[in-house]
């Protein structure tokens, strides 16, 4: 891997660790603020429409200039979301406005993997990124709890840091947005390492139609591509149940084992290990042209998912998490290197981003959707463990059908 690969992966790091401790943050504030109860999830889904409903400009706005310059942007604009909670803007208008700069980062960093590496890397790229952006959501969620709770804490030690400088924190939401801001600001220099990196394509076209025209005709193509069905359909799949399944989490864990909710939280960092250690096995073992053998592993992820329903110990729990992370981990991490790699062959890279950002985000909002309808008409636990590990499997079966009539995605050169 070259030294902009790096330079890549450390600038979604950060990026992504900005993201999540900027998430806790503003919780923090709609709670001590009195902000209306609603205004939380809100926050999540303000994040989602903004990849949905910007898609057909995101991916035509990453293709126009060279996405390392792309991606310096949109940290920046990040930046400036952050920065308006200190003139007290509403947390909904800040977080939104950083959703607005990843909708427009995401095609641009993932877009840029196709276009600087060959495709024989592709999956170990993707485990690369999947990796580090599970352990700095991890981390994020951490640091946005500890300049949540310890702000004064936080303060002191920044505004010994400054004192040379003649920096003064004035106050603990200042040195709080200063960390954050900081860390965007890390990504935002690394991101000068790839600043002229990744290709410039022909103009989509300026106007509203041509836009969504393109963006259509984009969406179109990659479902009709056979990998690009099955490619799409899988990480739409796992990104949709993914989210569930955080959510579901926390309730399994203090019906299901009795665990108070800090501790349930732990078993999300469990699962969050197990994508890590998937993604970093299927980025060593399975090169792009063997990417469709993992296929089984999702039907078998469904299968597992279906077997919490039976589990009541927390020792039991650990390991049986730990694998299903690693089994989420190994099979999704192929997927997104095939569709990179068709979406990159049928289209430019920046459009077949946004359509699978499209795509995915979708699958969240009906995934997240249909749990909430659960809860609704009041199903058990261990049903929807059950009915969300049956439609994971049926659905992997279903799209390995399709994958049997695919020759190798790509060469190996």
């Excluded at 001590?32 to 109860?37: N, Q, S, V, Y």
């Excluded at 149940?241 to 203090?254: F, P, T």
């Excluded at 790699?341 to 359509?355: D, E, F, N, P, T």
Aim: proline residues 4%; contains cysteine.
């Amino acid at each position: 891997m070259s030294p902009a690969f790096f330079a890549i992966v450390g600038a979604q790091f950060f990026s992504a660790l900005a993201d999540s401790a900027l998430f806790i943050l503003c919780v923090s504030l709609i709670s001590t603020l009195a902000f209306p109860a609603w205004m939380t999830p809100m926050l999540k889904m303000g994040f989602v429409l903004s990849y949905i409903l910007l898609a057909p400009f995101a991916g035509a706005f990453a293709d126009a200039f060279p996405k390392g310059r792309v991606m310096l942007v949109t940290n920046t604009i990040k930046m400036f979301g952050c920065s308006l909670i200190l003139a007290k803007a509403n947390p909904l208008l800040a977080y939104g406005i950083v959703g607005f700069g990843a909708s427009a980062y995401s095609p641009a960093k993932y877009g840029i993997l196709a276009e600087v590496l060959p495709a024989r890397r592709l999956v170990a790229a993707n485990g690369w990124i999947e990796g580090t952006t599970v352990v700095a959501m991890i981390l994020g969620t951490i640091l946005g709890g500890l300049i949540s709770s310890n702000e004064q804490t936080i303060a002191w030690l920044l505004h010994a840091s400054f004192t040379l400088s003649g920096y003064v924190v004035p106050s603990p939401l200042h040195a709080a947005v200063t960390v954050i801001v900081l860390t965007y600001l890390l990504a935002t220099l690394l991101n000068l390492g790839v600043l002229n990196k990744g290709k410039r394509y022909a103009r989509s076209g300026r106007t509203l139609r041509t836009l969504f025209q393109d963006f259509h005709r984009c969406n179109a193509t990659l479902w009709r591509d056979r990998a690009g069905r099955v490619s799409l359909g899988v990480t739409s799949l796992f990104w949709g149940a993914g989210m569930v399944l955080q959510i579901l989490l926390l309730a399994w864990a203090q019906t299901a084992l009795g665990l108070s909710l800090d501790k349930a939280a732990l078993l999300q960092a469990v699962f969050a290990a197990g994508v890590v250690l998937g993604a970093a096995l299927a980025g060593k073992a399975v090169p792009l042209v063997r990417s469709m053998s993992v296929m089984p592993l999702g039907a078998v992820l469904g299968l597992a998912l279906c077997s919490m329903a039976l589990v009541h110990s927390v020792a039991v729990a650990l390991p049986l998490l730990l694998v299903i992370g690693i089994l989420a981990g190994l099979f999704v991490v192929p997927m997104n290197a095939v569709l990179q790699h068709r979406g990159h062959s049928l289209m430019s890279a920046g459009q077949s981003i946004a359509v699978q950002n499209f795509n995915e985000n979708l699958a969240i909002l009906a995934m997240t959707g249909g749990y909430a309808m659960a809860l609704q008409v009041q199903l058990g636990m261990n049903t929807v463990l059950v009915l969300l590990g049956t439609g994971i499997t049926l659905a992997t079966l279903y799209l390995r059908m399709i994958a049997r009539t695919i020759a190798g995605p790509a060469s190996e050169s």
